[in-house]
């Protein structure tokens, strides 16, 4: 017999999907790589402590943990990260080089063969030492990679260089053992990428106050016989032009992503090679990320699109694009080539991220790891709609609609959902479209959710992406304030019922909209900035310590509008009830931009709750943590919206 449907007030509506479920399902695999035959990737482990482990997948498609608890596979160089392994084969097995999250140190290990051993010192100098992208070279004995190296105690007390480590472990207490490639003349620069041939190499550089969305450079440089990097020039890129990623073909032709024409194209040599209004790249948070690799064959896998992003493989010839076949309708940025297969990590409405390998002499696309199993019916999954609002001015506005979902539940005639609006993080970013038991857990309780692709996201252009310049603060919370009163006003969501989340720079966004706006019930802010003085003038880590220049504007020019637009400095406009989520270890959001917010709020009457967690740090790893945020979150909405919950702890709301 079927389900009986019950009718229940919106937000009231009982659902499998709780808060252990969602934080069971956060995180996605990473970092795909082939190790000779063999497929290899980084995976979360949120009971394990947040750790990340690298997985290996044999060719006989057996899986397995390459590294137990606590090893945690995870670089902070940028603080976001970058590729954190390689591995080779070699005749006594695989060769993995990886990035230790607690001490940052390279170290080397080969499975079954003993511990990992420490092929990089220890620095007692601010943050220390850190690197990304290793690349072993064998034939050197050494691995290439990126070293960051603090001089001093500030978050910018910092120098960026390719570095060359020796795989002997003669350097694992010896600073003097590791040999720069390059000079710190640039500030940030990524890994090598090395020709064919092994006579070129090839890398991106951008400096202060540049973001790498903004401009960088791409970098060749000549590869002596003695491993000395020589005659490095700059062959395209600059001030307003990005290059997002560069490799070399087969044949040695230089390929490398930009979006000098306001799209991140693919170009050959310099030379165009699928001119469209889409992108084949995009903003490059993580040194490593891939949006296209190149094939033995002379084809490209590329991930491409526009406000979505496919895997396909294009031809340089024509300049055709074929798209693999499957129910994957986003793909992440990290891709890996062997022969002609293709490995990516692909996600879509009904499905979580999975490793999907192509193989592209046959077209058939598969699922070869972290395989999406659906831990509750697919009913309570919810249906999402793509939506393209009206702004101020009459400017789109690009957002993914979930209404509520429950296939055991209605509401009242009558009666319409509370929605909640989330503004995604970067800004410099967007929401994807894929399958997200965070959004399932309010969806199939009734609560719609509303992801605002706002002014300043990526995936639409450079245009589109330069909406936020010296905006921000401003079109982000106007997008999203038109879009939560348009499914009002439309008859999609409660008026009266409409609130805000995000974290980080959605974090801003949410509490710039209670300060700013009276379109919204209550909020949740998560790990965010609240007063741009402090954050712009010393207060995060370097690779963001500018990002302000251009999303408000230079301080030394403008220093009111940093006042002006900041929450802190407007907390007494707050009335709405709000929950302000924050993790202790946070270096990029510290916990003092939470703390001057609350202080100035003391005594005001508004109901609130301030919740830290000791061990986190920018975005949330721990299951534990996340239960609690999700639950509290629910909590808040189930106070402010009239709802009657039963089935989570109450938030305690102090004014």
């Known amino acids: 017999m079927g389900q009986s449907v019950r009718t229940l007030a919106y937000g009231s509506w009982p659902s499998p999907i709780d808060a252990a479920l969602a934080a069971a399902h956060d995180g996605r695999p990473e970092d795909v790589g082939f190790v000779g035959d063999e497929v290899w990737w980084t995976a979360p482990r949120p009971t394990e402590g947040g750790r990340r482990t690298l997985v290996r997948r044999r060719a006989d498609g057996t899986q397995e943990s390459v590294l137990p608890a606590p090893w945690n596979v995870r670089s902070r160089v940028i603080e976001y990260g970058g590729r954190p392994w390689a591995a080779l084969m070699t005749a006594d097995g695989p060769l993995v080089v990886f990035v230790n999250f607690a001490d940052q140190r390279l170290y080397a290990y080969e499975p079954g063969g003993g511990e990992p051993r420490p092929l990089t010192p220890l620095s007692p100098v601010g943050g220390g030492l850190r690197w990304a992208e290793p690349q072993p070279r064998p034939e050197r004995g050494e691995v290439w990679c990126v070293l960051e190296e603090f001089t001093g105690d500030g978050p910018t007390d910092v120098r960026r260089v390719l570095a060359a480590v020796p795989l002997d472990g003669s350097a694992a207490d010896d600073r003097g053992a590791v040999r720069e490639l390059t000079d710190d003349r640039h500030r940030f620069v990524t890994g090598p990428r090395l020709s064919p041939d092994g006579r070129r190499a ?24 003695e491993g000395v990097l020589r005659d490095a020039r700059t062959v395209a890129g600059g001030p307003e032009e990005s290059i997002a990623q560069a490799d070399w073909a087969v ?14 194209n693919l170009y050959r040599d310099g030379r165009p ?59 992440a940025a990290t891709l890996t080539t062997h022969g002609e297969r293709v490995v990516a990590v692909g996600a879509g409405p009904r499905s979580a991220y999975e490793v999907v390998e192509l193989d592209t002499r046959t077209g058939r696309a598969r699922v070869i790891g972290s395989p999406h199993e659906d831990a509750v019916d697919p009913a309570y999954y919810p249906q999402p709609q793509v939506r393209t ?9 690009h957002a993914h609609l979930y209404p509520p979902r429950n296939p055991g539940c209605v509401a009242p005639d009558g009666e319409l959902p509370p929605y909640v609006i989330w503004a995604h993080g970067g800004p410099t970013s967007r929401a994807p479209l894929v399958l997200d038991l965070e959004i399932a857990y ?10 605002v692709n706002y002014g300043g996201s990526t995936g639409h252009g450079r245009e589109y992406r330069n909406r936020l310049r010296e905006q921000w603060g401003v079109v982000d919370v106007e997008d999203c304030a038109a879009v939560a009163l348009a499914l009002a006003e439309e008859g999609t969501a409660d008026r009266e019922r409409l609130a805000v989340r995000g974290g980080s720079a959605g974090g801003w966004t949410a509490a710039a909209s209670l300060t700013t706006t009276d379109v919204y019930a209550c909020g949740t802010v998560i790990y965010p900035i609240l007063d741009l003085t402090g954050w712009g003038t010393g207060e995060t880590h370097d690779f963001e310590s500018q990002y302000l220049e251009s999303l408000v504007g230079p301080y030394a020019e403008v220093p009111a509008r940093y006042a002006e637009r900041s ?38 009457g508004v109901p ?13 790893r721990r299951a534990g943590t996340m239960v609690r945020a999700l639950e509290s979150e629910l909590s808040l909405y189930a106070q402010v919206f009239g709802l009657h919950r039963s089935d989570i702890p109450t938030l305690e709301l102090t004014e």
Request: charged content about 20%; aromatic content about 10%.
């Open 567 to 604: 929450p802190t400095a407007h907390a007494d406009r707050v009335t709405a009830p709000f929950l302000l989520l924050q993790g202790l270890d946070d270096v990029i959001c510290p916990p003092a931009q939470c703390e001057r917010f609350l202080a100035r709020m003391a005594g005001r």
């Open 251 to 264: 044949d040695g032709a230089l390929l490398h992503a930009s979006d000098r024409t306001g799209w991140w």
């Open 202 to 225: 090839a890398w991106l550089a951008w400096d202060h106050p540049r973001m790498p969305w903004d401009g960088t450079e791409l970098i060749v440089a000549d590869v002596g016989p």
């Open 389 to 397: 609002f009206t702004g101020p001015g009459g400017r789109d506005i």
């Open 273 to 331: 090679l699928c001119a469209r209004e889409e992108e084949f790249g995009g903003p490059l948070w993580k040194l490593g990320q891939r949006w296209f690799a190149p094939l033995d064959s002379g084809l490209v896998a590329v991930v491409h699109g526009r406000g979505a992003a496919t895997l396909g493989v294009l031809d340089p010839e024509t300049g055709e694009v074929v798209d693999a076949a499957g129910p994957w309708t986003e793909f």
């Open 442 to 451: 309010f969806t199939s309780r009734g609560i719609g959710v509303a992801e």
């Open 608 to 620: 609130h709750a301030y919740l830290a967690f000791a061990g986190e740090g920018h975005g949330f």
